[in-house]
């Protein structure tokens, strides 16, 4: 459950005012908003890297403020997954996503049998298994996306944010996406998902909540239809 | 691969014995009355010498490479030994012989690598790619080279002799008293670094994810920066300036083990660091009876080609 109260959200000036909202966990909510609407900024927000303007938000029994304090405490209730990752030399796949358990590990972050285990199982469910040993820089720009995610979810949060993390996908792999967050939101209670999109239509087709961006606002549709999204998307900023 | 990881492991263990056996028992046999003597006044140290620098020398090169995200970095290319070197020349030129001791020495080189160390750090967080920051480490040694020689200038021919001894790097300055401080620094060095094994792996990924995962990266950096600063800086003071063992032995470290695990680059480097420079005076002994080679000359003219290969796979 995600609950925010009179936020500000932005660097030198307010781009997005939230009088409230609140998020009911055990859904993925789909970000919407047109370029330039501040969809990264408040995902910035809601990881952390980005203090609110003014007001709160409070995350289960944790608040943004308090999380913002302590990074070892946040790694452990907030997952990202950035837009990008370029890949690091040296690094295979598995050792990536095996990073996604650092939050859990001692200070030599040695991985123990069931960290292995957890990381086998969430590669072979985005059918990344065979990939396991490949140098993260000479995967595809879909590959490097889908280890992101299993990165993010071997890291085992109750919230996890993703900034467009289906661009590079296909149609196949965003399917996939989609339906292992849904799976991954259900796995374990009060868990929830944001992602930014542009993919409208696919997020209709899949029921998902939108959480759409316009005129400096941020409107929770929980059934959206295509006439209401582009209504709100079509006014004037 | 972790197989492959500890087999590579044990094969530049016991290569590093047998380098240290050939070093110590059939390259500097001495015959006669002193041996004992020399053995343990000369032969010894002068092997701890190559063992510690070689460890602690690309250690603080994986360190800092870490810490710039950089493959080319390392402690002599950024200039960390020339910030070493102009605060010994200060304190070589500057100071009563009376405060000429292991302390004031120590202190010096590792002031000098600290503040080198901070001042690239800082300005590589205004320079994104890597040619440019190894322009600014060149531009930062000639500065510092620069200074050196006007301070030299007013110094008396003892001094500057001196100076230029301690310039060209040698595994043979370190006195038996001296070992076990060197030694403990760099063992301290080491323990230090296993226990950052996790934000260091974290870190390839960069601040901004490193801290997602729950690093406390402000802390470890400074941490980094202080132990990079009492490597190659106490290593600086006792040995001089060594060249690119830094740079070229934890890239090979990479390129062999296929790995981001710093446990395993730590390991690996401190090992194979030892290796190479143990070899590499096994060289200079070897080649003793016809040439004499300061231990820099040889560093460069094996470490320069391969740094040289290593920018251009960069592309």
Not at chain 1, 150 to 178: C, G, K
Not at chain 2, 263 to 286: E, P, Y
């Amino acid at each position: 459950m995600i609950s925010i109260q009179q936020a500000q959200v932005g660097y030198q000036t307010t781009l997005i005012d939230i009088a409230q909202l609140a998020l009911p966990a055990g859904q993925i909510y789909a970000l919407i908003g047109r370029n330039g609407s501040g969809k990264s900024t408040l995902l910035q927000t809601l990881i952390g890297q980005l203090p609110l303007r003014a007001g709160s938000i409070s995350f289960g029994a944790f608040s943004l403020t308090e999380l913002q304090r302590n990074a070892a405490l946040r790694a452990t209730q907030v997952s990202y997954v950035a837009s990008m990752f370029t890949g690091v030399e040296a690094l295979t796949l598995r050792a990536y996503v095996s990073l996604g358990r650092v939050p859990h590990l001692g200070a030599f972050g040695r991985l123990q049998a069931s960290d292995l285990q957890f990381v086998a199982e969430v590669l072979h469910a985005l059918n990344l298994s065979d990939l396991a040993q490949k140098d993260t820089r000479k995967l595809s720009d879909g590959e490097r996306q889908l280890a992101s995610l299993a990165r993010a979810i071997v890291q085992d949060t109750p919230l996890m944010v993703l900034d467009e993390p289906a661009s590079f996908l296909d149609y196949f792999n965003r399917d996939l996406l989609i339906d292992q967050l849904q799976l991954w939101v259900q796995q374990k209670t009060e868990r929830t998902a944001v992602f930014s999109s542009h993919d409208i239509d696919l997020c209709l087709q899949k029921g998902i909540p939108m959480l759409v961006l316009h005129q400096q606002k941020l409107t929770l549709l929980a059934k959206p239809t295509k006439q209401e999204v582009m209504a709100l998307l079509s006014q004037n900023s | 691969m972790k197989q492959r990881s500890i087999q590579l492991l044990t094969s530049t263990g016991i290569l590093l014995l047998l380098l240290t056996w050939v070093h110590l028992f059939v390259l500097q046999q001495e015959e006669g009355a002193n041996s004992t003597l020399i053995f343990w006044e000369f032969q010894v140290p002068r092997l701890l010498s190559a063992l510690l620098a070689g460890a602690g020398l690309s250690l603080s090169g994986l360190l800092m490479q870490n810490l710039f995200q950089n493959p080319m970095a390392g402690p002599y290319v950024l200039g960390i030994n020339s910030g070493a070197s102009l605060l010994i020349s200060l304190l070589i030129l500057g100071a009563a012989p009376t405060f000429l001791n292991e302390l004031s020495y120590v202190s010096a080189a590792m002031t000098g690598a600290f503040l080198a160390a901070s001042f690239m750090f800082v300005v590589s967080k205004r320079v994104q790619n890597i040619q440019s920051l190894l322009v600014i480490g060149l531009m930062f040694a000639s500065f510092t080279g620069a200074i050196e020689s006007v301070l030299q200038s007013f110094a008396a021919p003892e001094q500057v002799k001196q100076l230029f001894i301690w310039n060209m790097g040698s595994l043979q300055q370190m006195s038996a008293a001296q070992a076990p401080w060197l030694g403990t620094i760099i063992v301290f060095g080491i323990a230090t670094t296993l226990f950052l094994v996790k934000g260091l792996n974290a870190m390839v990924l960069g601040d901004a994810h490193a801290i997602q995962l729950g690093i406390k990266v402000r802390q470890l950096k400074i941490v980094i920066l202080f132990v990079t600063a009492l490597l190659a800086g106490s290593i600086t003071a006792y040995c001089g300036p060594i060249a690119f063992v830094g740079l070229a032995i934890p890239n090979l470290a990479r390129a062999l083990l296929k790995t981001q695990d710093h446990l395993l680059l730590i390991l690996f480097s401190v090992f194979a660091g030892s290796c190479f420079l143990v070899a590499i005076d096994v060289l200079i002994l070897l080649l003793d009876p016809w040439l004499s080679i300061p231990v820099n000359v040889l560093t460069a003219v094996i470490g320069a080609p391969y740094v040289a290969y290593l920018m251009l796979r960069q592309r």
